[in-house]
């Protein structure tokens, strides 16, 4: 009778690591990403209605300090997604293959099955953010081909 319950709840523990984990994280991203913009965008109609003769584009580009370009941290988030989906099916192949690394077959598993889930959240992050910050990306570009 233990068996059943067993295999439930590996069932219920893979399927939130890989699905749920994954979900979760790329929302969180999402929503800080959204928090940060609606902050500064905040800032800035309290900026403006404070001072009308100010210029928006100049007051953005003295807030925008940030020293890492929207494509270059997409770019990390790809490395980072790739190098944890690999290490995950590192991991998973050989137990697949009923091949023990550690000795505990369970064990392999989960730190395979963690590994390609967080290895999936950086790559669902990178390819919705790809999609969402083209704009930005686009603006980015043009900046910086006006400062050469």
């Known amino acids: 009778m233990e068996k059943p319950f067993e295999i439930i709840m590996i069932m ?3 399927l939130s690591v890989c699905v749920a984990l ?5 929302w969180m991203t999402n929503k800080r990403k959204q928090h940060e913009i609606d902050k500064k965008s905040e800032m800035m109609m309290s900026l403006l209605e404070k ?14 300090v940030s ?20 290490m995950g099916l590192a991991f998973l192949i050989p137990h697949l293959c009923h091949v023990i690394f ?8 989960f730190i395979g099955g963690f590994f ?6 950086y790559l669902i992050y990178y390819f919705v953010g790809k999609k969402t910050l083209r704009s930005e990306i686009e603006a980015e570009e043009r900046r910086m081909n006006e400062q050469q």
């Open 67 to 86: 020293t890492k370009s929207v494509k270059k941290s997409l770019m990390e988030r790809l490395m980072s997604g790739c190098m944890f989906t690999f």
């Open 51 to 64: 001072h009308p003769d100010l210029d928006p584009g100049e007051v953005l580009n003295k807030l925008n």
């Open 102 to 109: 550690l000795g505990n077959k369970e064990q392999g598993i």
């Open 22 to 26: 994954p979900v979760l994280i790329v």
């Open 116 to 121: 390609l889930a967080m290895g999936m959240a």
């Open 12 to 14: 219920v523990i893979v």
